[in-house]
Structure formats: structure tokens, C-alpha cells
């Protein structure tokens, strides 16, 4: 099986078996891509929030292959084969992605939310949420500067090419 250069990550919270939280984002480069022979550097260029049944179905089928009752912090990788389909790549387990800011710069704020379960206080989140932000935001990030939160609608009136 050969696999695309189209991956998406999928970054969800449990607890004691149940889902919490999970968001989906696509990524649409790699920061320094240009300097790996693959073209992957593990540094997300630019990410965008997306809602996929199909990725999330197969990403919950994943944690669940490694846990019966997930507990924690789990993220889901995956790339797209040739027939569009998301094939599970790695699972993080335990640990935010270092783009969780773009989270919680867009209104879902993935650690607190993690404090609150483990400090026993209500979440602030409905529990079950799947992708709650929505579509089309944009990460933007690049060598020297701030990270850049935008709508993919303005990124032509907000970025200088």
C-alpha cells in the first residue's frame, strides 16, 4: 500500500473510556520541507481545522486498538492511501501536539480542559464533542515570527505573498 502526502492529525481527550474532546486538522505543508528528502519534517507548516466522519471513526478504532478503556491524551496520525483513504500512521499517547495552541487560540483550550478532568471540576465543554471548531481555520506558522490564526476565506487579504 502506497500512501499520499495528504495526512491529517486527530487529537482527542478521554476519560476513564469515555470521549471527551476530539478535533481533527489537516495539514497543508511542512515547515522546511524543502530541506527533508521525504518533504515531511514533523513541523506542521500550516494546519486546518476539518470535520471528517471517516477519519474520526477510524481514529477512535485506533485508540481503542491500543486501550480498552483510554484514559489520557491521544493523537491519531494518519495519511491518505490512493483510494482517499486515511490509513493510522502513529498514536501519541499522553502528550498535546506542539500545535495545540492553534486550539486553543481558535476557542478550544485542549489543556484546560485536561486540568479540569483531572482536578475532578466540570469540564467546559460538553462532553462527546467532535470537532467543535470549525471548519476552514487556519495555523500558519514559519521560521522567526508568531503563529498566525486566520480563516481560510482571508488568507489572501491577511498574508503577504
Known amino acids: 500500500m502506497s500512501l ?3 495526512t491529517v492529525t486527530w487529537l482527542s481527550i478521554w476519560h476513564e473510556g469515555e ?16 530541506r527533508a528528502i ?5 513541523v506542521t507548516k500550516v494546519g486546518v ?7 474520526t471513526e477510524i481514529a477512535k478504532n485506533t485508540v481503542r486498538a491500543v486501550s480498552d478503556k483510554p484514559h489520557g491524551i491521544f493523537g491519531v496520525d494518519m495519511a491518505y ?3 482517499g483513504i486515511p490509513n493510522p500512521t502513529e498514536i501519541n499517547i499522553s502528550r498535546f501536539f506542539t500545535t495545540v495552541r492553534f486550539f486553543t487560540e ?7 480542559i485536561f486540568k479540569q478532568l483531572a482536578l475532578g471540576e466540570e469540564v467546559s465543554i460538553d462532553k462527546g464533542a467532535i470537532n467543535p471548531l470549525e471548519d476552514g481555520l487556519m495555523w500558519v506558522r514559519g521560521m ?11 488568507i489572501e487579504k491577511e498574508i503577504i505573498f
Open 19 to 34: 470521549l471527551i474532546l476530539a478535533q481533527t486538522r489537516a495539514r497543508q505543508g511542512w515547515t522546511h520541507g524543502n
Open 81 to 83: 492511501d490512493k483510494n
Open 106 to 112: 481558535a476557542g478550544v483550550n485542549f489543556p484546560e
Open 49 to 55: 481545522t476539518i470535520s471528517d466522519d471517516q477519519v
Open 4 to 6: 499520499s502526502s495528504k
Open 144 to 154: 522567526d515570527r508568531e503563529p498566525l490564526l486566520i480563516s481560510s476565506e482571508n
Open 38 to 42: 521525504s518533504g515531511v519534517t514533523g
